[in-house]
Structures are given as structure tokens and as C-alpha cells.
């Protein structure tokens, strides 16, 4: 067996705002707002996608997929996620699992986890045991504790493939 691993870290956060859609791993999530962002502002998936590039040292999201380009307004950031996953150079390697955590004061995320992780491993063609999804409020504290911001953080490792 190979055992050459590379592990990965990414964080993301947006601005939560009124007359925006709600949406987490790919799933429209019912709220009275939603995240601010050039793309669909999916942080989660946005974390997973640096955390990826991360592994990988290539640099992050925003080299990518610039929010100067008006190709990625509005992008689904699953879409983005599979595209880069399908860059040559992942080409040689596997997800061994992906842990990501969803800090948001509201809404109640718990009815979505599962919807989360079918979302992520179907986009990356893995079972759901390898990515789980945790979601946790922020105490009421800082910006994302009074409801301004959703962030998210994501932990990847890779194993070499040949
Ligand atoms: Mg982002």
C-alpha cells in the first residue's frame, strides 16, 4: 500500500444577509437569509475546496476561480468542487475522509446533516462514511454568534494512488 498521505486545512466565511439563499453543501436550506457571495457562497464546500487545494499545495479557491470572473456568479460551488477534484494533478490520488464543520447561529443545521454528507460524497464519488458534516452554533458570541456570518472549516487527507 502506498503511504504517502497529504493532509489539508480550509476555512471559509460569509456574510449573512437578507433577499439571499441559503445554501449549504448544495442544500437549500429555508431561512430568512442567506450567504453573500460572488458564487452561490456555499462556505462549507468552499472550506472543502481549500482544504483540497491545501493538501496539495495549490494554492487556494480564489486563484481558481476569481470573483473577478463573471463565469463563477452565482457558480454552484458543488459544480466547483467537482471540477477541481477533477483537475489532472488529483488525478493520482484518493479522499481517505473529509471532516467538516459548519458554524452558524441559526438555523438549526441538525435536519440537514445527512442531506449535507450525501451531497459531498455523491459529488466526489465516495461513501458517506468518509465525510461527515458537524455543525455547531457560536455561542452567541462575535459576528457569527449574532447571526452576521456563517463560517466553515474542513480537514481532508489524501492518499497517493500509484
Ligand atoms: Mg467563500
Known amino acids: 500500500m502506498n ?34 457571495g460572488h458564487s452561490d457562497a456555499d462556505a462549507p464546500v468552499h472550506a472543502l475546496i481549500d482544504a483540497l487545494l491545501g493538501a496539495l499545495a495549490l494554492g487556494d479557491i480564489g486563484r481558481l476561480f476569481p470573483d473577478t470572473d463573471a463565469a463563477y456568479k452565482d457558480a454552484d460551488s458543488l459544480k466547483l468542487l467537482q471540477r477541481v477534484m477533477s ?35 455523491n459529488t466526489l464519488h465516495l461513501t458517506t462514511d468518509r465525510i461527515s458534516v458537524k455543525a455547531k452554533t457560536a455561542e452567541g458570541l462575535g459576528d457569527v454568534g449574532h447571526g452576521n456570518a456563517i463560517e466553515a ?5 489524501l492518499r497517493k494512488t500509484n
Request: hydrophobic share 50%; proline share 4%; aromatic share 10%.
Open 3 to 36: 503511504d504517502d498521505f497529504r493532509i489539508g486545512h480550509g476555512y471559509d466565511i460569509h456574510r449573512l444577509e437578507a433577499d439571499r439563499r441559503l445554501i449549504l453543501c448544495g442544500v437549500q436550506v429555508p431561512f430568512e437569509k442567506g450567504l453573500l
Open 87 to 121: 483537475l489532472e494533478v488529483f488525478q493520482n490520488w484518493e479522499i481517505v475522509n473529509a471532516d467538516i464543520t459548519i458554524i452558524a447561529q441559526a438555523p438549526k443545521l441538525a435536519p440537514y446533516i445527512d442531506q449535507f454528507r450525501f451531497n459531498l460524497a
Open 153 to 157: 472549516t474542513a480537514i481532508i487527507l
